[in-house]
């Protein structure tokens, strides 16, 4: 995703709205039990991931750069701390989740296929449940591993229906102006891309 306006332009609120509506729709549509706490993670990493840089990290120039997702697991799996390395796996989960769900044409030209991005993410988050005392959290995370494959999808669906714009943040920006508007131009767009609002008509735009 490009770069956007700074995130204190963004209402949680909001963000969240729009995000759960994607999520909840694509889990409705493909069928898929999922417990709402580990529906509202999905949310939530959708919401943090909505700027790029949160999928780079800081090199010692303070330049973002891509961390291979090898090198990630090999870090958490030798911090020292079991806190470290439940925040350090979750982290590698969430990255491989989300690559893998919204960045699937580009992982089919890479040296890597899917079924890395499945198999490390899977790892990270059965690790991150290991390491965590909270029996909700141990729940989520390994509803996470086990259903890697599914929440892929769930992922892949949502990136297919934002592609008519430039991003997901971009079509956040549209939803955030409905809410705040009702434009009914901007609810056709978003009932184009597959999320319904209340509100909107057949009539002409607005």
Request: no cysteine; charged share 30%; net charge negative.
């Given at each position: 995703?490009?770069?956007?306006?700074?995130?204190?332009?963004?209402?949680?609120?909001?963000?969240?709205?729009?995000?759960?509506?994607?999520v909840?729709?694509?889990?409705?549509?493909?069928?898929?039990?999922?417990?709402?706490?580990?529906?509202?993670?999905?949310?939530?990493?959708?919401?943090?991931?909505?700027f790029?840089?949160?999928?780079?990290?800081?090199?010692?120039?303070?330049?973002?750069?891509?961390?291979p997702?090898?090198?990630?697991?090999?870090?958490?799996?030798?911090?020292?701390?079991?806190?470290?390395?439940?925040?350090?796996?979750?982290?590698?989960?969430?990255?491989?989740?989300?690559?893998?769900?919204?960045?699937q044409e580009?992982?089919?030209?890479?040296?890597?296929?899917?079924?890395?991005?499945?198999?490390?993410?899977?790892?990270?988050?059965?690790?991150?449940?290991?390491?965590?005392?909270?029996k909700?959290?141990?729940?989520?995370?390994?509803?996470?591993s086990?259903?890697?494959?599914?929440f892929?999808n769930?992922?892949?669906?949502?990136?297919?229906?934002?592609?008519?714009?430039?991003?997901?943040?971009d079509?956040?920006r549209?939803?955030?102006?409905?809410?705040r508007?009702?434009?009914?131009?901007?609810?056709?767009?978003?009932?184009?891309?597959?999320?319904?609002?209340?509100?909107?008509?057949?009539?002409?735009?607005?």
């Amino acid at each position: 995703m490009g770069q956007g306006n700074p995130k204190s332009e963004i209402t949680l609120d909001t963000a969240d709205s729009f995000f759960f509506e994607l999520v909840h729709g694509a889990v409705r549509n493909q069928n898929i039990k999922v417990q709402p706490e580990t529906e509202f993670y999905i949310v939530k990493l959708l919401n943090r991931f909505i700027f790029s840089e949160s999928l780079y990290s800081r090199n010692r120039e303070g330049a973002l750069e891509e961390q291979p997702l090898a090198f990630m697991m090999k870090e958490a799996l030798e911090a020292e701390v079991s806190a470290e390395q439940k925040s350090l796996f979750q982290n590698v989960g969430d990255i491989s989740l989300y690559k893998a769900g919204f960045f699937q044409e580009r992982i089919t030209r890479s040296l890597v296929d899917l079924d890395y991005y499945i198999g490390i993410g899977g790892a990270a988050y059965q690790n991150a449940a290991h390491r965590t005392d909270e029996k909700s959290y141990r729940s989520l995370f390994l509803e996470l591993s086990d259903k890697f494959p599914n929440f892929v999808n769930i992922l892949g669906e949502i990136s297919e229906k934002t592609t008519f714009t430039k991003s997901e943040q971009d079509l956040f920006r549209l939803y955030d102006m409905w809410s705040r508007t009702k434009s009914d131009r901007a609810a056709k767009a978003l009932k184009k891309a597959g999320i319904k609002v209340d509100g909107s008509s057949d009539d002409s735009d607005s």
